[in-house]
């Protein structure tokens, strides 16, 4: 039965693919396409689920019918899966979410030409992340590591005749190449000093392995990691990403595609608890990312926008909780993240599709041109908000746990001698009060305060295909979190979460050893009122200013916000340093060697041939004698080499 989890969204993607191809009556049917689609993903999600309630730790691994892969020389290639406690956990949110994400989609892809195909790179979409997440050796991970590359590249374009989302694809797919090049060369020194590419194998070789050897395999991981899941320098494809349709940013940003570093690295946790020096270039750059990303989101006013840099800048508090080895912490925020930034991304859809259909409104994406639409759309607009206290960490919100957690262990960890982490808990808290700021500045400007938006526009709520999905995000965004209760109440005793993912190795376990109850009590009320200042501040600042506020804003941080305004200028000096030097030395001098020698070779070689048939064509005189005269002479040439030869 384990075998359809991987299966099944593969199916649907060949089905609904072949299908929509050979048949312009099934193209048209897109309740049928909707629904296989749908099912095709709900139904591992059921298995996983069964998978959980008759789990046993001894038999978790399974292959695709005995199927091997490659052989050569040591290197012996299966389709096999692991389905233990961290890939149960990931499945489900990968498969739950992601079905929801298929229901919604019914609703916000109705009419277009293309539907079956965006339903075919769905399927395939879920297909490459659970061999990412289920596959028990590295060459099966990359699989699933490339495939949700080339998935995400097809989504991200798939509306290709406009200009703007073909250049944002191919962004993506660059980006990501960098990070799997680094990926490559770590599985080729893996392969070197294990000899294996199964995970099981290399986590019983790691002790024997060199400091020097487990730093730079940590060190090549964490590259891949940072351009799938978009952490300084590599994060500049994932804003540009919004160009696809909103439900494939909320798949991309939520549940799958930008959490699978996160996910690369808890798998491989046992091999960067060696690489110490890793982990702290892991809490700089994530504690740089976050607070980058949360500066820039503040600035921005395309609603897609904010929450794509909102994603990039949760995922520094990821990294964060993994450079302090907390692994499960990164894994939790990972779930509670799923939960409230799909409803977000969902939300923000519903909000699109409702503007867009007032034909009245030249940027249905501006939040700039809204305001007052919770009156019109109360569902998107209580489900956005839920989702937005849940992000910002308001007590009892699923994000509040996870992310009070994250924070409570930088600090414990930088307590205990590793000084850095102070740093990077103070950056950690600055994002945490900038993100409650600029969630409820989203969330005011878009559904609160005056309207404006044009008399004669008529917004209105979505379908219930679209409403259903976030009111379900919404609930999990409020209970999610109960499953990792902190550490003071029962000294963790109540963290399901940890005890569950414990199984996975000993590495993924954590504990707070030795911690004061009281710095932990002042380290949880502090956490609270940034999040409850963050969000009072924003909502009275944008109550009495409205969207006056951003140029207030302006005024007061000048300089700053420009750069904030303009991302911090990351695209331009790409353009700088790498694109305009690569730009310049094709034209100068690769295009010069192209023209000259290459070109040359090729033309020279069939002017060559061309030279030689003319010597060869006066030889064909059509004169019966001239040919008897060489006939001779021919002979004559054979019997002297046969004589003298």
Not at 505 to 518: C, K, L, Q, R, T
Not at 592 to 611: E, Y
Request: aromatic share 14%.
């Amino acid at each position: 039965m384990n075998e359809f989890i991987i299966l099944l969204p593969l199916l649907g993607s060949i089905i609904i693919g072949l299908g929509g191809l050979m048949s312009e009556s099934f193209r048209k049917q897109e309740k049928l396409i909707g629904t296989l689609a749908t099912l095709a993903v709900a139904l591992p999600f059921f298995l996983i689920l069964l998978a959980r309630m008759s789990f046993d730790p001894e038999n978790t691994t399974f292959s695709l019918f005995g199927l091997s892969w490659m052989e050569a020389g040591n290197l012996n290639i299966s389709f096999n899966y692991n389905l233990d406690e961290l890939g149960i956990l990931m499945g489900m949110v990968v498969t739950g979410v992601g079905a929801l994400i298929h229901v919604y989609s019914i609703g916000y892809m109705h009419g277009d030409k293309g539907f079956y195909k965006y339903f075919a790179y769905l399927n395939l979409f879920i297909f490459a992340m659970l061999n990412l997440i289920l596959g028990d050796n590295m060459v099966v991970m990359f699989l699933g590591w490339e495939g949700v590359g080339v998935c995400s590249y097809l989504l991200i374009g798939f509306w290709y005749t406009d200009m703007m989302k073909s250049v944002a694809a191919q962004k993506a797919f660059v980006a990501n190449r960098i990070g799997d090049f680094a990926m490559l060369i770590a599985m080729f020194m893996l392969f070197q000093h294990v000899g294996s590419l199964e995970f099981g194998s290399i986590s019983e070789a790691v002790s024997s392995m060199s400091e020097q050897t487990t730093f730079w395999i940590a060190l090549l991981i964490f590259i891949a990691a940072t351009g799938k899941s978009a952490q300084i320098p590599l994060f500049v494809w994932l804003p540009d990403a919004m160009a696809g349709p909103t439900p494939v940013s909320a798949l991309i940003h939520a549940a799958t595609m930008v959490t699978s570093g996160i996910y690369l690295i808890a798998r491989m946790s046992f091999l960067f608890a060696g690489a110490e020096g890793v982990l702290m270039l892991i809490g700089i750059v994530a504690a740089l990312t976050a607070i980058v990303a949360a500066l820039t989101a503040i600035a921005q006013n395309d609603i897609k926008k904010v929450l794509a840099y909102s994603t990039v800048s949760q995922l520094g508090f990821m990294f964060m909780a993994l450079s302090v080895g907390a692994y499960t912490t990164a894994i939790f925020h990972v779930m509670t993240h799923a939960f409230f930034k799909a409803c977000l991304f969902l939300g923000s859809g519903s909000v699109i599709h409702g503007m867009d259909h007032t034909h009245s409104v030249e940027d249905p994406q501006d939040i700039r041109t809204m305001g007052g639409l919770r009156k019109y759309m109360k569902s998107t607009g209580t489900t956005f908000w839920i989702a937005t206290l849940a992000i910002s960490g308001i007590p009892l919100f699923a994000g509040f746990f996870s992310k009070d957690e994250i924070l409570t262990n930088v600090f414990i960890h930088a307590e205990h001698g590793h000084t850095i982490y102070f740093l990077v808990w103070g950056v950690g808290i600055l994002t945490a009060f900038l993100t409650a700021f600029y969630m409820t500045r989203l969330a005011y400007l878009t559904f609160e305060g005056e309207q404006r938006f044009p008399q004669d526009a008529q917004p209105h709520e979505s379908s219930s295909l679209m409403t259903i999905p976030l009111w379900i995000l919404a609930g999990l965004a409020i209970v999610g979190g109960f499953v990792g209760l902190p550490y003071l109440i029962g000294h963790g005793e109540f963290h399901v979460l940890n005890h569950w993912l414990g199984g996975v190795g000993e590495s993924m376990v954590f504990e707070i050893e030795n911690a004061n109850a009281a710095i932990e009590i002042g380290l949880m009320a502090l956490s609270i009122l940034i999040a409850i200042g963050g969000v009072l501040f924003a909502r009275s600042f944008y109550r009495k200013n409205g969207v006056q506020g951003d140029a207030i804003l302006k005024q007061r941080f000048g300089g700053l916000y420009a750069a904030m305004e303009n991302k911090f200028y990351f695209d331009e000096l790409y353009q700088l340093i790498i694109i305009q030097p690569f730009e310049w030395l094709s034209n100068t001098f690769v295009r010069r060697f192209d023209d000259k020698v290459i070109d040359g070779l090729v033309m020279g070689t069939g002017t060559g041939v061309g030279r030689l048939g003319e010597i060869f064509r006066k030889l064909q005189t059509g004169i019966i004698s001239n040919y008897v005269v060489l006939l001779t002479l021919g002979v004559v040439l054979m019997l002297g080499f046969l004589i003298f030869g």
